[in-house]
């Protein structure tokens, strides 16, 4: 079994997943209006794990009337994501052609019988990743996009694995997903560094993306928690990626494996448990804004 100490579901960091959505203007057999969809996935640093693997099987595209669009794969795709960090990305689906129209619902198929299909691997062995029913309904994306057949759409899949991998009182962990959708070409990114003096080098680090002007944010699991989290690399910089436009506070704690997601801890509240709030941070389209975190 693995220790909770070693990694604890807050020691998580963020996954973030990008889909493209390509409307092409064609009709199919029926005389219907299409479109075209690729999707992609990127990955961000997982604290105290050495690989994160993640076995697809398929992807299920459900529109607004609940009929669906279905691609399985020809083999499972078996995918690390600690290899795919930093802009990298690994491909799903490349330009399938789908029906055009309003869709409620993406479904990611992802494969658990076996321990070796989607699991986590650390210092002292593999460690299986549960899906709640996964098995019938796989990784459910509720939120609605529109493909048009006559203009392209691209859309970003944020899958922040910091507040979806939980781990239960028996010791199982399980990956309950927590997903964002971004339009890509919209969508700007905050990075910078971090002072050196704000974390003990020991301490566990991570970066709370909050929208909107926030006084006094709030950890995981509440009902203020963040939009978005990211990590602080061993060379102290960090950049939390596909933001939509709009303001942005960011905020740092030197205590991220004492904040579980399913829980409310009052150590994090009225701001505490934050070593640095930022002012309001505006994000552009297509555009990264500067924040180095300092002593202040």
């Given amino acids: 079994m693995l220790s909770p100490s070693l990694l604890k579901p807050s020691a998580i960091a963020v996954l973030s997943s990008s889909l493209l959505l390509a409307g092409c203007g064609a009709d199919d057999s029926d005389g219907k209006a299409t ?10 640093p997982v604290d105290e794990a050495l690989g994160v693997y993640v076995q697809f099987s ?3 595209l459900i529109k607004a009337d609940e009929q669906q669009e279905e691609f399985l794969f020809d083999e499972p795709l078996q ?3 600690l290899d795919f960090q930093n802009g990298l990305t690994f491909s799903l689906l490349d330009e399938v052609t789908v029906e ?17 299909d989607t699991y986590i691997e ?23 996009f529109t493909v048009n057949s006559d203009e392209t759409v691209a859309l970003t899949l944020d899958f922040d694995l910091r507040k979806s991998v939980t781990l239960t009182g028996n010791g ?69 990626s596909f933001l939509a436009p709009g303001d942005y506070t960011v905020a740092l704690t030197c205590m991220s494996d004492s904040d579980d997601p399913e829980t409310d801890e ?5 701001g505490e448990g934050f070593v640095y709030v930022s002012d309001t941070v505006t994000v552009e389209a297509s555009q990264t804004t500067t924040l180095n975190l300092v002593n202040l």
């Fill in 35 to 44: 479109g075209k969809v690729s999707m992609a996935m990127t990955d961000a």
């Fill in 100 to 116: 055009a129209g309003e869709y409620s619902q993406i479904r990611l198929l992802v494969d658990t019988d076996e321990l070796n």
């Fill in 122 to 144: 650390t210092a002292v062995g593999s460690f299986e990743l549960t899906i709640p029913s996964g098995e019938q309904t796989g990784l459910k994306l509720v939120s609605g």
């Fill in 172 to 240: 199982e962990y399980k990956l309950r997903p927590t997903i964002r959708i971004v339009e890509s070409a919209l969508a700007g990114a905050i990075a910078g560094t971090v002072a050196s003096d704000l974390c003990a080098a020991d301490d566990k680090t991570a970066i709370y993306v909050y929208e909107g002007e926030v006084a006094e944010p709030d950890d995981l699991g509440s009902d203020n928690e963040p939009l978005a989290t990211a990590s602080v690399s061993a060379e102290l910089d960090y950049s939390a």
């Fill in 266 to 270: 009052t150590v994090f509240g009225n």
């Fill in 58 to 60: 398929g992807v299920v």
């Fill in 79 to 81: 995918v690390n994501l």
